[in-house]
């Protein structure tokens, strides 16, 4: 009798046959904010213009730091604000299986190796990091050669890193436009699954993408330099590389990121100050290039929304904007 395939290493499918599909991605560390509204309300109405399908995907897998309470409240706010989607929420750590599958499928082709290097021990070995990068890049002379291995149950005291390719990584993003980037020179071989037994966002993100069908990603260009990465995934993994839109960020008046050191621009602070959903909204179209100030329900800014007018270089908060939000 011949044995059955097995299909328990089988990758996520490669080519996810369906819609044009995107997905609202929060991560319920903190409350949103200001910021965070800019970037869901550009996907949403992006999305609902173009016919794509909305998956909302609660990435909560960050640990120690999701607060309790925060989902819900993250949900909440996106429906304050007028926001829908055809799926979901879907919370990540309810099935990290595939990436499980994912990780045997890296480590038995030597993409992958365990890895008990502590971060400093790490830094001793590295030079300073290259300009425009965040961090040091994990040095490769720190890879050990590069076997076929199989994916066990990482300990207290091993992550697991991926052996990134050398080389270019090009790509065109809708906003931020042609890109070139080489992840082993800046990057080094990164983390994907961490010692606290879960894939890292880099290894999630991709196999989610994937198995969710996911097309077009908008998001924050702070994760720029994170698409890169993803594309080498998704390259060792046989998945699609969907389109990427990296919309600047809203900045502080110092052009810093928006942050508490900017004051509270949480959104359930504005909402329980009283300040209307259409005035967040009517705040964020003068920041995509709308026209003055003026409240605007979700409908009208997905009506009026023009990627062709949406700055392309960050946006400040400026006390103004404030005073603005808060007035009668
Ligand atoms: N969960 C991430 C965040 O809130 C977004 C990840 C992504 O869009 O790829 O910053």
């Known amino acids: 009798m011949q044995t059955p395939p097995d299909t328990a290493d089988r990758a996520p499918d490669p080519h996810p046959a369906g ?43 960050d640990g120690p730091r999701v607060k309790p309470g925060a989902i819900d409240l993250t949900i909440d706010l996106l429906r304050w604000l007028g926001m829908d989607w055809d799926s979901g929420p879907l919370i990540q750590s309810n099935d990290l299986e595939p990436c499980r599958v994912a990780m045997r499928r890296l480590a038995g082709a030597a993409q992958a190796y365990p890895c008990e290097l502590t971060r400093s021990q790490i830094e001793a070995a590295a030079s300073a ?7 040091i890049a994990f040095p490769s002379s720190l890879r050990p050669a590069l076997v076929s291995r199989e994916f066990a149950k990482a300990d207290e ?17 809708f906003f931020a436009g ?32 994937a198995r969710q069908g996911v097309t ?7 994760l720029l330099d994170s698409a890169a990465r993803q594309i080498t995934l998704q390259r060792a993994l046989s998945l699609p590389t969907p389109s990427y839109a990296h919309l600047p960020l809203v900045k502080g008046p110092d052009g810093r990121r928006l942050a508490k050191r900017h004051g509270d621009t949480r959104l359930d602070t504005f909402r329980a ?45 400026t006390p103004e904007d404030e005073r603005w939000l808060l007035s009668k």
């Open 19 to 61: 819609p044009a599909t995107t997905r609202l991605a929060p991560s319920p560390t903190g409350a949103l904010h200001l910021g965070n509204a800019r970037t869901f309300l550009v996907n949403w109405a992006l999305a609902r213009k173009h016919g794509w399908r909305i998956i909302l995907r609660i990435e909560d897998i």
């Open 216 to 222: 077009h990603i908008v998001r924050g260009d702070d």
């Open 178 to 209: 042609p890109q070139r980037h080489d992840p082993s020179a800046t990057i080094g071989d990164f983390v994907i699954w961490t010692k606290r037994e879960q894939p890292s966002y880099q290894l999630a993100v991709v196999v989610d993408d």
């Open 129 to 135: 990091p290259q300009e425009g990068a965040h961090d």
């Open 273 to 317: 100050r009283g300040v209307p959903a259409e005035r967040v909204i009517g705040l964020v179209a003068f920041w995509c290039g709308l026209g003055a100030r003026t409240p605007m329900s979700v409908i009208e800014f997905r009506q009026r929304l023009d990627s062709g007018t949406i700055p392309r270089t960050e946006v400040v908060y």
């Open 157 to 173: 005291l091993s992550s697991w890193r991926f052996a990134t390719p050398r080389g270019l990584v090009e790509f065109h993003d």
